[in-house]
Nanobody, 130 residues
Framework: EVQLVESGGDSVQTGGSLRLSCTAS????????IGWFRQAPGKEREGISC?????????YAESIVKGRFTISSDSPKNTVYLQMVDLKPDDTAVYYC??????????????????????WGQGIQVTVFS
């Protein structure tokens, strides 16, 4: 059974940091690209970043990240991380990780965050208070 499980969500003060983890099971991480998304109350879901664990290619939605988030992976642990620093109240949202096949990632000429991600985690809450 394919599963993605997020962890690491918390409530932090403005300026704080968090590291989210996404642990995959039921498939080989190198065959997929893992993306991080978020959805705030009353807003549409937005893509943040993705990583191809097979070759290390990374993509960021700079309008959101602004140099504050870093995506990384640990293939032996089948886990992808999203390190977030300098968090702001606007970062408050439910954060999701998702997986899309690597061949779709290689073929796209658009943002890889717009690909049809096939598997999704259940989401985890991040709250940033001032």
């Amino acid at each position: 059974e394919v599963q993605l499980v997020e962890s690491g969500g918390d409530s932090v003060q403005t300026g704080g940091s968090l590291r989210l983890s996404c642990t995959a099971s039921g498939f080989t991480l190198n065959d997929y690209v893992i993306g991080w998304f978020r959805q705030a109350p009353g807003k549409e879901r937005e893509g943040i970043s993705c990583i191809s664990t097979s070759d290390g290619a990374r993509y960021y939605a700079e309008s959101i990240v602004k140099g504050r988030f870093t995506i990384s992976s640990d293939s032996p642990k089948n886990t992808v991380y999203l390190q977030m620093v300098d968090l702001k109240p606007d970062d408050t949202a439910v954060y999701y990780c998702a997986a899309v096949r690597h061949d779709l990632f290689r073929a796209t000429v658009n943002s890889p965050l717009l690909l049809p991600y096939e598997y999704w985690g259940q989401g985890i809450q991040v709250t940033v208070f001032s």
